[in-house]
């Protein structure tokens, strides 16, 4: 259904074998928005990932993508139905040009025209690319290099972009070029969950707010609200 929202997790327990991680984790992504989710080192984010990524098995509650159940999908399935992630330190191929990178991005997919059509598009979005697609991704700079791994999920046309730490080790100027670019992408209609420990950048550029703590959801509000939150100030924006 069109109205239902773009993600949404409820009861969501998951782990590693014996070890539990996650526990009862609710979060929703509306239709049009950018939902962050912060947490310190260690509360359970890169997990999270990996169940809505479908690469690790949640041991209870759901998930549902556009309102299709997809709590037992698999990587590839999560990938044809919308999801793009752009995974923590980027992981791009280093030996690849940009070009090759671009191409890697959009390889689930059948419309060759439109794929070429989102090659140029994802090109206008990144200015400080466009005349370096025969460069190796690993002569690019860190912050360049975050934006070859946000142009290559864009290059699967995903309907929900999931970015974790994207901010992580860049510059201050270049961490506000990335949140730019993800509000600019929100613009364009791809709805965005930000995983950060940038809780400054992260409550300032999104709608709404989750705050992980021990792989349970201890808050839940509008990222204004958070951003003002005495206890948020004091516990992720030291101050
Ligand atoms: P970071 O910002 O450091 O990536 P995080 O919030 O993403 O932290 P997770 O990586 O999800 O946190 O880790 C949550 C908990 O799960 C930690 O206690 C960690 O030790 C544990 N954990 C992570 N990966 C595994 C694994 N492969 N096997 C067992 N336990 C793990």
């Not at 200015?127 to 190796?136: A, G, Q, V």
């Amino acid at each position: 259904p069109l109205d239902a929202p773009t993600l949404e997790i409820s009861g969501l327990d998951a782990g590693y074998g014996t070890v539990p991680v996650l526990h009862d984790v609710a979060i929703t992504v509306e239709r049009g928005s950018v939902v962050t989710l912060i947490g310190a080192n260690g509360a359970g984010k890169s997990t999270l990932i990996k169940v809505i990524g479908g690469l690790i098995q949640s041991t209870a509650g759901s998930v549902s993508f556009n309102g299709a159940d997809c709590t037992r999908s698999r990587p590839d399935q999560m990938v044809r139905a919308g999801l793009g992630i752009v995974p923590e330190g980027r992981r791009l191929f280093g030996e690849m040009t940009l070009r090759e990178n671009l191409e890697l991005g959009a390889y689930a997919r059948t419309d060759r025209q439109q794929v070429a059509k989102d090659f140029d598009r994802v090109l206008e979005l990144f200015p400080e690319l466009r005349d370096r697609l025969s460069t190796h991704a690993k002569s690019f700079s860190g912050g360049q290099q975050q934006m070859v791994a946000i142009a290559r999920a864009l290059m699967g046309a995903p309907k929900l972009l999931l970015l974790d730490e994207p901010t992580i080790g860049l510059a201050p100027v270049v961490v506000d070029r990335v949140a730019a670019l993800i509000q600019e992408i929100s613009e364009f209609g791809v709805d965005i969950l930000l995983i950060e420990q940038n809780a400054e950048v992260a409550l300032t550029i999104a709608d709404f707010g989750y705050v992980l703590e021990n792989g349970r959801v201890v808050m839940a509000d509008n990222a204004k609200a958070l951003l003002v939150n005495p206890e948020v100030r004091l516990a992720y924006l030291g101050v």
